[in-house]
C-alpha cells in the first residue's frame, strides 16, 4: 500500500494460483528467491502508457 508499481493491465484472462487475473506486476527475481517490486523513479501519473 502506498507504493507505485509497475504492472502491465488489460491482458487475457489467465489463470494464476486460485485466481484469474489482467494483470502482470513487474518485478525482479533476487539470489534468495524474493521479488523486488519495479519502481517509477519519480512521481508519475497512474495509468500511463509503459514503453
Request: charged fraction near 20%.
Amino acid at each position: 500500500m502506498g507504493k507505485l508499481i509497475l504492472a502491465v493491465t488489460n491482458l487475457p484472462l489467465r489463470q494464476v494460483a486460485n485466481f484469474m487475473s489482467e494483470v502482470l506486476v513487474l518485478g525482479v527475481v533476487m539470489e534468495h528467491g524474493e521479488v523486488a517490486l519495479i519502481q517509477p523513479d519519480r512521481d508519475v501519473p497512474i495509468g500511463l502508457r509503459i514503453l
